[in-house]
């Protein structure tokens, strides 16, 4: 007996919802590819047995015909809603109440409820009865109006501003990986806007051009790119960056200074001993996820009269948490050596281990040596991470640092009277005497203390060693990564509010003529003689407390006493309100990638790129403010009655 043959399940086919009597209301399902959904019923549909006859079957039922637009319950719904006289205020309490989800982070499926719960609470608001807004709809919200009028703007601007842009990659929740791309611009002051996310495999050139084309965008506009220093991003042969450049020769390109000043700490720290970082990851591990232990440690805490701090955990990926953990561990050092103490009569296994560590006084001495020299790194790290434009102070803070690495283990002389690019770093014959190198204040008191006697000199001279190694490797790490004799960056001082005032700084030609993307041949001599007048202008003398932004505000909004209409330094003030566009670092894009993560998290996983960038241009249109008193202007009905009801 021949048999069956198997039973095919019928899928869902996109070509049905071209169909008239299908087109209005058929939606694929999230419940798969057997499943149709129907949004005047709000419901999942089964077609996995009959397809189009399953559908045409559920335009039968009751349900679907007084929930459609012709039904006798919507069509009434639809006719009090548009001949309501507040259903201006309708459709901004939906566009706040999208907004609040929004801000919050809150899942969509809650608006599945809460238009019911207004409701109850308000039972004689006759806006309250008429919000009608659940997950779809909230959705659409996101999408078609606060987030597209939110993108709208930004677009606007960047036609007529000049501005940079700063990019990344990541990978989310749902391992999706994405470019992230941000635009860096000036108008009043420096703004960091969300652009886009673009799914992708691999960062091409053509992704960017896409938006500048599909957006009307000039490319002269695109003046400057930041990103980290992935072969991807920056390397030298067919990069995002390369591939840029070759399109646009004049485009100022910045490796961001916070990625690379992580990678030479990083580099650095593999010259000295890893028992230290060590014994900060398994103190941690002992103490995570263990309140027993942890309460414990609190009442050693106590009897020592010290702050009841957690262990922090030195991950890979952040670039400030090494020196951090480090300085906990010091800070609880004597609570950690009684704990363990205790501990290893018990836990001869894990604690025992531990304690032995913490009882070798050459590693406190690695960790109060990472304690001041990783600080180092930091201080910078965290100058270029600020919001504010920091492209003027790039360099100065550059030379201090490497400067001040140096003289830790270089002659001060040498250091002090050669420029920092020619320093040779690793001329031994520059080198202090292996006794005088500088470690750190607390290394040099725990040296000099009398409990020192007991430590053997060679193991001192092999520790000091292990730190000199730190230093001439930090350093070379430095001056491979940041060009000191790059004199673009060296005069774009001239933005400092102080350097005006010192009238150091006699013509800005010599950086003006590297960027001839913004000043042209003719506009040089004009562009000289307005900063020459700047200089010696007392009515626009900057203030001691006076930053570069609003100092350059004050100069940008002054005007010609002639002629009142006309600026008095339109070309100067042209050409700053383009440099201070310029990035300092790519920190800015990682703050939208962990605004992603709180976005698309366990419970909203199921997120899709065009839904996440809706929830991003929405918070970016809401600002800094609380969503409710997000102005509902005529932009947004407009663009609300556009796409919601068209």
Not at 174 to 203: M, N, Q, T, Y
Not at 215 to 221: E, L, Q, S, T, W
Not at 595 to 618: A, P
Request: charged letters at 25%; hydrophobic letters at 40%; one cysteine or more.
């Amino acid at each position: 007996m021949a048999s069956k043959k198997p039973r095919v399940m019928q899928k869902f086919n996109r070509n049905w919802m071209e169909y008239s009597s299908y087109k209005a209301w058929l939606r694929p399902s999230n419940k798969g590819d057997y499943f149709a959904f129907c949004t005047f019923c709000n419901t999942d549909l089964s077609i996995g047995s009959a397809g189009k006859n399953d559908l045409f079957r559920h335009t039968k039922t009751n349900k679907h015909i007084n929930s459609s637009p012709g039904g006798s319950s919507s069509q009434t719904l639809l006719t009090d809603l548009f001949s309501n006289k507040n259903i201006e205020p309708v459709k901004r309490g939906e566009i706040l109440l999208a907004a609040f989800i929004a801000e919050h982070n809150i899942p969509m499926n809650v608006m599945e409820h809460l238009p019911q719960l207004l409701k109850n609470v308000c039972p004689d608001s006759q806006i309250a009865k008429s919000i009608s807004c659940d997950r779809t709809k909230t959705s659409a919200i996101l999408k078609n109006v606060t987030g597209i009028t939110a993108k709208q703007m930004l677009m606007e601007k960047l036609r007529n501003l000049k501005f940079s842009l700063i990019v990344d990659e990541s990978t989310d929740r749902g391992c999706v990986k994405r470019l992230c791309i941000l635009a860096r611009f000036f108008e009043s002051k420096v703004e960091d806007a969300f652009v886009c996310l673009i799914p992708l495999e691999e960062a091409t050139g053509q992704h960017i051009k896409k938006v500048f084309s599909d957006n009307k965008i000039p490319m002269d506009n695109f003046i400057g790119f930041a990103a980290d220093g992935a072969n991807a991003m920056m390397g030298q042969h067919n990069s995002l960056s390369s591939r840029l450049v070759a399109e646009n020769p004049h485009l100022f390109v910045l490796k961001c200074v916070c990625h690379s000043f992580h990678l030479c700490a990083s580099y650095a720290c593999l010259k000295l001993s890893r028992e230290p970082e060590t014994l900060i990851r398994d103190i941690y591990s002992y103490f995570n996820n263990s309140p027993k232990r942890t309460g414990i440690l609190k009442e050693f805490q106590q009897f020592l009269d010290l702050k009841p701090h957690k262990i922090l955990h030195p991950a890979q990926t952040r670039w400030l948490s090494l020196r951090a953990a480090v300085c906990r561990i010091l800070e609880q050092y004597a609570a950690l050596k009684l704990y363990f103490t205790e501990a290893a009569l018990t836990d001869h296994l894990n604690a025992d281990s531990i304690l032995f560590r913490l009882n070798n006084p050459y590693n406190k001495l690695y960790l109060e040596f990472l304690e001041f020299s990783l600080e180092l790194f930091n201080n910078m790290n965290k100058l270029m991470q600020s919001e504010r434009p920091q492209i003027h102070k790039l360099h100065n803070n550059m030379v201090t640092v490497y400067k001040s690495l140096l003289e830790c283990y270089m002659d001060d002389e040498y250091v002090s009277r050669t420029e920092a690019g020619l320093i040779q770093i690793d001329n031994p014959r520059h080198y202090k005497p292996i006794d005088n190198l500088y470690l750190g204040a607390k290394v040099s008191a725990s040296l000099a203390s009398t409990n020192s006697n007991t430590l053997n000199q060679d193991d001192i001279k092999a520790f000091k060693l292990k730190c000199l190694d730190f230093f001439i490797e930090g350093a070379k790490q430095i001056k491979k990564r940041y060009d000191f004799s790059n004199d673009v960056i060296k005069e774009m001082q001239f933005l400092d509010p102080h350097v005006v005032k010192s009238r150091k700084i006699n013509s800005l030609v010599a950086l003006a003529v590297k960027f001839p993307n913004l000043i042209s041949v003719n506009e040089l001599q004009q562009l000289d003689t307005e900063w020459r007048f700047l200089r010696n202008n007392k009515d626009l003398a900057p203030d001691e407390s006076e930053d570069v932004e609003t100092y350059w505000c004050k100069v940008t909004a002054a005007r010609d006493p002639a002629n009142y209409s006309n600026q008095l330094y339109p070309t100067l003030s042209k050409f700053v309100s383009a440099i201070l566009s310029l990035p300092h670092s790519s920190a800015a894009v990682e703050r939208i990638f962990s605004s992603i993560n709180l976005i698309k998290s366990k419970q909203r996983n199921r997120l899709n790129t065009t839904t996440i960038e809706g929830l991003l241009h929405t918070k970016q249109l809401i600002g800094a403010k609380p969503c409710y008193s997000l102005e509902v202007d005529n932009k947004l009905l407009l663009k609300f009655n556009k796409n919601m009801y068209d």
